[in-house]
């Protein structure tokens, strides 16, 4: 027996609203953290120290702009020196490696690195946002990652 027309209108609406209901749980971004992991260290040839980032964003943003200062402190516990490093782009729900050297002072030689400051953090297509609370930090290196 076919259905009425106006049978199949109210099953169109039924469905379209259905699809409108679940569209948003299928769609929504998970949001978490901004995971930065100093994975290792290794010597450069002629001195310094090449260091391995991981970047996690879980955050559900895609990031076009993500800047660090960074304190070197050395074996002693002493700042060494501050780096300004570049992460950008850091993209939504992926990880990033990122390489960064540091000149001059051997990798047994730097104890500690210190999240100084987040210079940059600038989602694509939004404004620019204070990005310490969604961080955090960790290290498989010799070196700490702190904040």
Known sequence: MPLSSSALS???RCLVV????GLPQNTRAET????VELNKMEEIDGGGCRAFFLFRNQTGKS????????????GDGVIDRLLSVDAAPLPVQRTTLKLFEVPQIACSNISEILLHDVTA??????AEMDCFPILTLGSRATAKLVK
């Open 10 to 12: 109210l099953i169109s």
């Open 18 to 21: 259905a699809l409108m209901v």
């Open 32 to 35: 978490g953290p901004l995971q």
């Open 63 to 74: 990031f076009a702009g993500f800047e660090m200062s960074l304190a070197i402190l050395d």
């Open 121 to 126: 953090c600038q989602p694509q297509n939004e």
